[in-house]
């Protein structure tokens, strides 16, 4: 698109108040390279912050439409995972899911882009944050693992590595009585990265011949083993991991729902929706239609859960 496409679409949003319909229009087809550019224009117009610009719509809409996808779409990647774990970390009840999400399912590159986003927007840091949540939680061991896991420096996968990795967990988790030992599952995900994690629970099973999750469930693993098979699941096909969240948080968790949307949009909205239609013989966009009332919002949500992955 040329600077002057960009800057007449700036004009049109701009000149839209009230009339949401059209900016999702503008900005829900949106790629990265795009949305960067359509902010760096209207800055450079209007003088304003084109998600502060949004966020007055927020606002003012706020009591009949909930229309902060929008905003939260304008956001770049790791400021907008930055925010989810701030929110995720001072809730009363930590969401311990949404935390996991991020670690498990963004580069290495990228979680680095989040914890220097989460400091300079915050002026906190994020791993410091984790370590002093109280009162501590299983969560919370597995999520400073995943934290120093994406400071890995292997590059590519190592069968090898994977097949070593397996074995250790089978002998001192279900080759042991079934009794967890959580050190050496906590070693391993903090000294591997997440696709050398990957591989690991892929070569358990070939091993074994079944899922590491199956054993963790069967054993004597406690709050430890839950949270365990939740990451691992995400590890192992985060496209059957959001399906299924997806689902469920449609029929009440309008907001996680969102959340999950605007950020696999960017990833994996694709392999998602052919899961969905899998698991549940449903079209995303078709349950979404069932469950959210008609309005801007679920025409925004619409548009991202029926276009090609963004990229």
Same mark, same amino acid.
């Given at each position: 698109?040329?600077?002057?496409?960009?800057?007449?679409?700036?004009k049109r949003i701009h000149d839209s108040m009230g009339d949401l319909s059209h900016m999702i229009k503008s900005l829900s087809c949106?790629?990265?390279?795009?949305?960067?550019?359509?902010?760096?224009?209207?800055? !450079?117009?209007?003088?304003?912050?084109?998600?502060?610009?949004?966020?007055?719509?927020?606002?003012?809409?706020?009591a009949s439409i909930n229309c902060s996808g929008l905003s939260w779409w304008m956001l770049d990647p790791h400021d907008r995972d930055a925010v989810v774990v701030?929110?995720?970390?001072? =809730?009363?009840?930590?969401?311990?899911?949404?935390?996991?999400?991020?670690?498990?399912?963004r580069k290495s590159s990228h979680v680095l882009l989040?914890?220097? !986003?989460?400091?300079?927007?915050?002026? @906190? =840091?994020?791993? =410091?944050?984790?370590?002093?949540?109280?009162? $501590?939680h299983p969560f919370q061991k597995i999520l400073v693992a995943l934290a120093a896991s994406h400071k890995a420096h292997q590059v590519d996968v190592n069968r090898h590595i994977s097949k070593c990795?397996?074995?250790?967990?089978?002998?001192?988790?279900?080759?042991?009585?079934?009794?967890?030992?959580?050190?050496?599952?906590?070693?391993?995900?903090?000294k591997?990265?997440? $696709?050398?994690?990957?591989?690991?629970?892929l070569s358990y099973k070939h091993i074994y011949g079944h899922d590491y999750t199956k054993s963790v469930n069967r054993g004597n693993y406690g709050q430890f083993g839950k949270a365990l098979v939740l990451v691992v699941k995400c590890i192992c096909n985060p496209a059957h991991y959001y399906a299924k969240k997806l689902y469920r948080s449609i029929k009440g968790e309008t907001k996680s729902f !969102?959340?999950?949307?605007?950020?696999?949009?960017?990833?994996?909205?694709?392999?998602?929706?052919?899961?969905?239609?899998?698991?549940?013989?449903?079209?995303? !966009?078709?349950?979404?239609?069932?469950?959210? $009332?008609?309005?801007?919002? @679920?025409d925004f949500l619409l548009a991202l859960a029926t276009s090609p992955t963004f990229v």
């Open positions: 698109m040329t600077n002057h496409s960009f800057e007449l679409d700036c949106r790629t990265l390279l795009e949305k960067q550019k359509l902010k760096e224009t209207f800055k !450079a117009m209007y003088g304003e912050e084109l998600v502060s610009y949004l966020q007055r719509y927020e606002d003012v809409f706020s701030r929110e995720s970390l001072q =809730q009363d009840e930590t969401d311990f899911k949404a935390l996991v999400e991020i670690f498990v399912c989040i914890t220097q !986003a989460y400091q300079r927007m915050f002026r @906190r =840091q994020l791993n =410091q944050d984790i370590i002093n949540l109280d009162p $501590p990795d397996a074995r250790r967990l089978y002998e001192t988790g279900e080759g042991n009585l079934g009794t967890a030992d959580e050190a050496v599952v906590l070693e391993i995900l903090s591997r990265s997440i $696709p050398q994690l990957k591989q690991t629970f !969102a959340r999950a949307l605007v950020s696999r949009a960017e990833v994996d909205i694709d392999e998602i929706r052919k899961v969905f239609k899998e698991k549940y013989d449903k079209e995303l !966009a078709d349950v979404i239609c069932e469950n959210l $009332p008609s309005g801007y919002f @679920r």
